[in-house]
């Protein structure tokens, strides 16, 4: 059993009982809801009778169903202006915080969390959400839930939770240029499965991570749950505090020494004892783009698709089903894949960096002709930041479009979606079945970068020969 | 079709019914509910839409569409089931198709508990048991499956039994009629707040004094 991790003293500091049946009840520092699991919950806190038990603890944004075409209320979609409408209703209605459409503030949650401050170490942070594991960039505890355990929140801030083992990923070395830290997670699940996490947090460390960038280690740590683990986190270090230092959400400037003391104590230390610990080795991680219909079927850009021979024996059946939904060929190369569609956003990659590292790609070239390529910033404010350097500039200029805010096709709720057969590079986290809006439409994930480079070339590309051009 | 069973409440000690078979590793909660039918706000609608897009494609022959299988309340499933998003719409729509129990090799954390949630468990099975009770409901569709929380097994009327595996602490929960936890979670208010006075980030990183 772990000790002396972050992840047991955050669990320790938030233990509020010990319930019948075993599990604990834990303190949840940080709730954030949006407009696609919160309405049921408030419906059934009104059936309970039930009130918010700490509002100022909940924030709101919408984020799934925005259009990013045009946001003028009421939304064409009828169903959507209804959730929107409801999360506003349910927010006035128990004095919740609701990061709105045009507010500045507006964007996808796990992006605006953490650009307000308002993630911070420590923190048990929950959601409606599976990459609520994001935040554990922090050195939070954070991780998904579903819409009774939001209405559990809601009522007592409190959950009932089973206290998780602890992995270390230890990554040695550093990644090479274009290479980024979506290659490294893609990398970490091809090689542990998308059910190797299941019972875990992971805690990512080693000289590749410490290097990472907040947004890195964000995209990294939102990537767990497609690994199995429910939360994933790096420990809190300068780059963390240096990250927060005056962002609203964050401690004022006279509470500001005290918190980077606690935060400081709460890292893992020396002593600390792992349910398990894997290594890997940051130098020889590749672009790595999927071929298949889970995010642990991936392999480098240079290699080919795996053929059922060298496919362990029990994933074989996933595999010759991938071929067949993909219409892809085992041993052919997946550079040179024809695409339809480019995306560059989403909670995974649609930060301020995402899009620098591809507008780098992207300047003064060309999308191919016949592709569809768009960038969804994560948020108005990344929106805001970006276009005041100019990316918008150099996307719209090499012929990708330039959108507003919002999850859009990473699982195309909104009209952003994917058509017939249609396959997609998509800087997104998930390539299963259907899950860009077309019940055959096929995805390939990597990192924005590549994605950038796959819109000009028209086909999957080598980002490294673009960026040695 | 809707479940015309009641929903779970109160203690579950025992499932009992008829079988549906899904097979496959890493079925994901977009292939339980598609992303589209998460665009309303209530769950009411969500049981005839389960496993949609899988269903179309395989129209008329997905397990969820076949005759024999209508009114069937115990889903039997492989590796990984549920993974994915947290989206608590794919628990809803299988309950409301009227799934009341699921046996698997294993499930996705996220997906486990919000079954939990709604009375639903998630029973474990051996690889080779899954496979062969998969199987039987295969050769068998009218076949009156047990499923005993108690014992940790699935039976047939004929005896044929398989051994399954449930945690202590949701085995407790369900026979005890405790797995919609709000009320545990109100119970502990002095805690709570001497939990709140505990934490440095909600006191503004004042010293405890």
């Keep these: 059993m772990s000790s002396g991790t972050l992840y047991d003293k955050v669990w320790d500091l938030h233990r509020v009982a010990e319930l019948p049946g075993g599990s604990t009840q834990l303190f949840i520092g940080l709730h954030l809801i949006h407009e696609v699991t919160s309405p049921q919950a408030f419906a059934a806190l009104r059936d309970l009778g039930l009130g918010v038990r700490h509002p100022e603890r909940t924030v709101a944004t ?9 946001q003028a209320r009421p939304f064409a979609d009828p169903l959507a202006e209804e959730m929107l409408a409801t999360l506003e209703a349910n927010c006035a ?6 990061h709105g459409l045009g507010s500045g503030r507006q964007g996808i949650v796990h992006v605006i969390a953490p650009e307000l401050g308002l993630t911070q170490p420590g923190m048990t942070v929950a959601c409606g959400d599976s990459h609520t594991s994001t935040h554990g960039a922090f050195g939070a505890i954070a991780f998904g839930i579903g819409t009774s355990q939001v209405r559990d929140v ?29 290659d490294l997670i893609l990398h970490v ?17 080693g000289p590749a991570i410490e290097a990472l960038s907040m947004e890195e280690r964000m995209t990294l740590c939102n990537m767990a749950i497609e690994g199995g683990a429910r939360c994933g986190y790096v420990n809190p270090d300068q780059t963390t505090f240096a990250y927060l230092e005056g962002r609203p959400m964050a401690p004022a400037a006279e509470a500001w020494p005290s918190a980077v003391a606690w935060w400081s104590a709460l890292a893992t230390g020396a002593e600390a004892v792992f349910d398990d610990e894997v290594r890997f ?13 889970t995010p642990g079927q991936g392999i480098g850009v240079d290699e080919t698709v795996p053929t059922l021979e060298a496919t362990e024996p029990n994933e074989r059946p996933l595999a010759a089903e991938a071929y067949r939904y993909m219409d892809l060929q085992p041993g052919t190369a997946i550079a040179g894949t024809p695409v339809d569609v480019c995306f560059i956003g989403s909670c995974t990659n649609g930060r301020l960096s995402d899009l620098q590292a591809a507008a780098a790609v992207a300047r003064g070239r060309q999308v191919a002709p016949g592709i569809k390529a768009f960038v969804v910033p994560g948020s108005e404010q990344v929106a805001a930041a970006a276009e005041a350097e100019g990316l918008d500039q150099i996307f ?12 859009s096709m990473c699982l195309a709720m909104n009209p952003d979606r994917l058509e017939g057969r249609q396959i997609s590079a998509s800087s997104s986290n998930r390539n299963f079945k259907g899950r860009q809006g077309s019940a055959t439409g096929r995805t390939l994930l990597m990192s924005p970068a590549m994605v950038a480079a796959a819109a000009i070339a028209g086909r999957v590309t080598d980002v490294r020969t673009l960026l040695k051009a | 079709m809707s479940s015309s069973t009641p929903f779970p409440s109160g203690s579950i000690a025992r499932v009992t019914g008829r079988g549906v078979a899904v097979r496959g590793d890493d079925i994901d909660t ?10 309303c706000v209530t769950f009411e609608a969500l049981g005839p839409a389960v496993f949609a897009d899988d269903r179309a494609e395989l129209k008329p022959n997905h397990p969820f569409d076949r005759a024999e299988h209508q009114g069937a309340q115990v889903l039997v499933v492989n590796r990984n089931f549920g993974c994915g998003s947290s989206r608590e719409h794919a628990p809803q729509a299988l309950m409301r198709w009227g799934i009341r129990a699921v046996v698997g090799e294993s499930f996705a954390e996220i997906f486990y508990g919000n079954c939990l949630a709604l009375g639903i468990p998630c029973l474990s099975a051996e690889h080779t048991a899954a496979l062969a009770l998969q199987a039987a409901i295969e050769a068998d569709p009218a076949l009156e499956l047990q499923i005993d929380l108690q014992l940790l097994q699935a039976s047939t009327p004929a005896g044929t039994t398989w051994p399954l595996s449930l945690a202590a602490g949701p085995r407790q929960m369900l026979s005890t009629g405790q797995w919609d936890g709000t009320g545990q979670l109100l119970a502990n208010d002095r805690e709570l707040l001497a939990t709140v006075q505990r934490l440095p980030y909600l006191q503004a990183f004042a010293p405890a004094g």
Excluded: N
């Excluded at chain 1, 699940?189 to 875990?200: A, C, D």
């Excluded at chain 1, 719209?396 to 999850?407: D, K, L, Q």
């Design chain 1, 62 to 70: 919408v984020d799934h169903i925005v259009p990013t075409t045009s």
């Design chain 1, 93 to 98: 209605e128990h004095g919740i915080t609701l």
């Design chain 2, 30 to 39: 977009d292939r339980i509910i598609p992303a589209r039918f998460l665009k």
């Design chain 1, 281 to 293: 080795d940051a130098t020889v991680v590749a672009p790595t783009v999927t071929w298949g219909i």
């Design chain 1, 189 to 205: 699940i091809r090689t542990l499965g998308v059910k190797g996490g299941v019972g875990y947090a992971y805690e990512f460390a």
């Design chain 1, 154 to 182: 809601l009522a007592s801030q409190s959950l009932a939770m089973g206290k998780l083992k602890v992995r270390r990923i230890w990554v040695d070395g550093q990644l090479q240029r274009g290479v980024y830290a979506k």
């Design chain 1, 396 to 407: 719209t200029a090499a012929g990708f479009e330039w959108r507003e805010p919002g999850c």
